[in-house]
T-cell receptor, first 114, second 113 residues
């Protein structure tokens, strides 16, 4: 079975500050890992994904994440927050083979203060 | 190129009723998955359809059923609605050759009263 834990349901940063959203996963098989963003009343938009290539993954809007197998982590970072980054962020895991359904964490709401 | 289209965007149903939600996948995609997102939670996998058959299923009761049509569009049916079925229902499409490249729709907000 797979699971995802997102530490911190709410994170608040100042505009221009570093964004760090934490994600730890559990998987009995090699995982694929994803970060999605959700704006109010909208669906999910893919920020980036890890699919067993480079462990440092760069995504859209300046976000990146690093896959650390030893720590079973896939934390999301952005060097400088922008007001438009305020949204809900979800980490998700799926199996490389076999069952491909996404298992999501409970989400982290990012607030960006001016 | 249209992405994933879901209809309706919002609806209100009474407890005990039945509801059908619809999804048109992104052009070129042949696989459709459905997710339920309760307020303040992450999406939960309901089931996935490919070649008009249910291929995978999450931990949802049989009140939740689906269908996929020859044009790859899909329906989600929920019978005997409960208050707890109130949620945002998301459809995601992908293609079998690239099973991890999901495109999500904007969802259908279902309110059960």
């Amino acid at each position: 079975a797979q699971s995802v834990t997102q530490l911190g349901s709410h994170v608040s940063v100042s505009e221009g500050a570093l964004v760090l959203l934490r994600c730890n996963y559990s998987s009995s098989v090699p995982p694929y890992l994803f970060w999605y963003v959700q704006y109010p009343n909208q669906g999910l938009q893919l920020l980036l994904k890890y699919t067993s290539a480079a462990t440092l993954v760069k995504g859209i809007n300046g976000f990146e994440a690093e896959f650390k197998k030893s720590e079973t982590s896939f934390h999301l970072t952005k060097p400088s927050a922008h007001m438009s980054d305020a949204a809900e962020y979800f980490c998700a895991v799926s199996e490389v083979a076999g069952r491909r359904a996404l298992t999501f964490g409970s989400g982290t709401r990012l607030q960006v203060q001016p | 190129d249209a992405g994933v289209t879901q209809s309706p965007t919002h609806l209100i149903k009474t407890r005990g009723q039945q509801v059908t939600l619809r999804c048109s996948p992104k052009s070129g995609h042949d696989t459709v998955s459905w997710y339920q997102q309760a307020l303040g939670q992450g999406p939960q996998f309901i089931f996935q359809y490919y070649e008009e058959e249910e291929r995978q299923r999450g931990n949802f009761p049989d009140r939740f059923s689906g269908h996929q049509f020859p044009n790859y569009s899909s329906e989600l049916n929920v019978n005997a609605l409960l208050l707890g079925d109130s949620a945002l229902y998301l459809c995601a499409s992908t293609e079998l050759q690239l099973p991890h490249d999901y495109t999500f729709g904007s969802g259908t907000r279902l309110t059960v009263v």
